[in-house]
Structure formats: structure tokens, C-alpha cells
């Protein structure tokens, strides 16, 4: 999500400091935000001047230490406490006082991660959502440690990206999460129970509901080991069986099964049209 969020950021006209644990990860998530202009060039949406102008407000680095320069510093690493907690304390010496910090975190505590470094008043959570070009919500999160006047900053960040900011108070997975995570983990366990097949029951909710996509093609959009994670945690925060991950999630994400990233998941992505994997249950 990292290069969507520096893709949105540069384009609403922000300088952007793009920060990777290595020069590979790092070409990687510019190349794609530079193919995705070029493909705007091409189909005439994007003039190549805006094209090399948003590029312009894009600079990469490996070292942390470089986001002092920033007012904002947005972390997007994975769903583990113990590494966004390392991250935070790294910026936390390198960053000034007055930089405010925000996670994209979906379901991890603000409040937690707040507490470890010095400024908790300055701390947030700004959660986006896939793929974040396309998708108009940012999810702006206080902990009760937040100012009042960062989170109207927050808030009004996200709506300078063009983005319709969902405020919400710091309850594991938000507003988002908390309604879609338990229909997802639904999708599966309907398939486990034999109620439909992958296609039945995506299709189901796309032509019945008008959803964009099917549960089990967005779970492989988002990611199962994702999900998995996600719902590990919330099931933890609320001991509610709605939350808690389904045998076939586990088994899927054991067997390296992960969705689209992995090239198989609920469907199988080597071949297009994408064809459900057979064998699951
Ligand atoms: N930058 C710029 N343009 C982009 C782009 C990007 N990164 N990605 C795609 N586009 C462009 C495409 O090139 C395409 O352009 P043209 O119209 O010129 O061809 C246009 O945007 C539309 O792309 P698609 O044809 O791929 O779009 P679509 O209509 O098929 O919709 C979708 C794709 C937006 C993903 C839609 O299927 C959808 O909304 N799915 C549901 C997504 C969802 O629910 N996301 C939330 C997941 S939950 C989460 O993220 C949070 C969490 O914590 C788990």
C-alpha cells in the first residue's frame, strides 16, 4: 500500500520522502507508481508534464533518518506491533517534536504504538484502502492520548488528497474492519459448510448486493495471510467467535496459499480468466 499512499500523496501535490529497507523494495514501489502514470500518458489521462511532476515530488531513500524533513511521517509496515513499534522509536529520535505521526495500521492499536514514543499527543491513525488510487476512504483515527488540533490536521490531510475522511475512535479495526472482517471470515466458512461453491458465493454477493467484488476474490485482493492476521487480532481484542479465523483460512495461509500476491488463493491467477483452485474443502 506504501507506493499507492506516496502515488496520492505526490499527486495532491505533497513532497514526499518514500522510505524502504532496501534499494530493490524501494525501485520496486516507484516503479510501479511511474508504470501506473505512464499507463495514464498513454491512454491520454495524464499529460506527460503532470506525469513528470508528480514525479518530481517523489524521493527515495533507505535511511530513516531522512524523514526528519517531513511533517508528517505515515508507516506502512507489516501487521506486527513488535516491528511498527521498532519503527516508531527509530523516527521518534530521528523526527523533531512537532512531526506528526501516523500508522495506516487496520487493526492494531494507535493508542500502543502512541505510547511508545515521546509525542502520543501527535500520534494518529490513517487508514487506507486497497487499491488506495481508486479508493476514496481514509479512515482518520485518535487515541484518547491524541490532540484534539492533530487530528483536525489529520483530518484534513486526507481530504487534500481528494480523499473522504471516516473519523473514528481507537477500537481494534475501526469502523471498516470491524463490519468487513466478520462477513469475510462468513464467506469462507459458507464455502467450508458447503453452502456454495467460490463462484456461488462471490458471485452471490456481486449480482445480489452489488458489491464490486466477491468476498472470496477481495479476500485474495487484500491477502489471507493479511486477513489471517487481522482477524487474529480483533479475535484477541474481543474473544468473539465472528472474529475468530476459520480452518480453511489457516490451512490456506500455512500452505503459502495467500491470494494474488502468491498467485493462488481462492482462485487460481496463472491463467486469465483467474479459475477457482480446486481441492480447498
Ligand atoms: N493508479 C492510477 N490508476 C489506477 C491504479 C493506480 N494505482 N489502479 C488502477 N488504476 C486505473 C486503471 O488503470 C483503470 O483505468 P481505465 O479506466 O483508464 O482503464 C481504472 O483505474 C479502473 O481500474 P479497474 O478497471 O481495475 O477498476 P475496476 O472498475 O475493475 O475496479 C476495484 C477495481 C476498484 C479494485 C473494484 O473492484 C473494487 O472496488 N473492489 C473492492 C475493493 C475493496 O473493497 N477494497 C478494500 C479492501 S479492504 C482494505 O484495503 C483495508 C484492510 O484493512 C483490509
Redesign the pocket.
Same mark, same amino acid.
Given at each position: 500500500?506504501g507506493?499507492?499512499i506516496a502515488?496520492v500523496c505526490a499527486e495532491a501535490g505533497h513532497q514526499v520522502i518514500v522510505r524502504e529497507v532496501d534499494d530493490d523494495l524501494l525501485e520496486k514501489g516507484l516503479g510501479?507508481?511511474e508504470t501506473?502514470?505512464a499507463?495514464?500518458v498513454e491512454?491520454g489521462?495524464v499529460t506527460p508534464q503532470r506525469k513528470a511532476e508528480v514525479l518530481s515530488r517523489l524521493r527515495g531513500t533507505t535511511d530513516l533518518a531522512r524523514l526528519c524533513e517531513c511533517d508528517l511521517v505515515i508507516e506502512v509496515v507489516t501487521e506486527s506491533l513488535e516491528v511498527k513499534r521498532q519503527v516508531f522509536q527509530a523516527i521518534d529520535a530521528a523526527c523533531p517534536p512537532a512531526t506528526i505521526f501516523a500508522s495506516n495500521t487496520?487493526?492494531l492499536s494507535i493508542t500502543e504504538m502512541a505510547a511508545t514514543t515521546r509525542r502520543p499527543s501527535r500520534f494518529v491513525g490513517l487508514?487506507?484502502?486497497?487499491?488506495?488510487?481508486?479508493?476514496k476512504l481514509v479512515e482518520v483515527v485518535r487515541s484518547p492520548l491524541t490532540d484534539p488540533a492533530v487530528f483536525e490536521e489529520a483530518t484534513a490531510f486526507a481530504r487534500s488528497l481528494g480523499k473522504t475522511p471516516v473519523r473514528a475512535s481507537d477500537r481494534t479495526g475501526f469502523v471498516?474492519?470491524r463490519l468487513?472482517?466478520p462477513y469475510l471470515l462468513d464467506a469462507i466458512r459458507a464455502l467450508e459448510e458447503g453452502v456454495g461453491s467460490t463462484v456461488d458465493i462471490d458471485e452471490g454477493m456481486r449480482l445480489g448486493c452489488g458489491?464490486?467484488?466477491g468476498p472470496l *476474490?477481495?479476500l485474495d485482493?487484500?491477502?489471507l495471510d *493479511? *486477513?489471517y492476521a487481522?482477524a487474529n487480532i480483533m479475535f484477541d481484542e474481543f474473544r468473539e467467535k465472528r472474529f475468530a479465523p476459520p480452518p480453511l483460512l489457516k490451512r490456506m495461509v500455512q500452505a503459502g496459499l495467500h491470494g494474488r500476491k502468491t498467485g493462488r488463493g481462492f482462485y487460481d491467477y496463472s491463467q486469465e480468466p483467474a479459475r477457482p483452485l480446486s481441492g480447498l474443502v
Open positions: 500500500m507506493s499507492g502515488q510501479k507508481i501506473f502514470l499507463k495514464g491512454k489521462k487496520s487493526s487508514h487506507f484502502f486497497n487499491p488506495v488510487p481508486l479508493m471498516v474492519n468487513l472482517v458489491h464490486p467484488m *476474490t477481495l485482493f487484500v491477502g *493479511t *486477513t487481522i
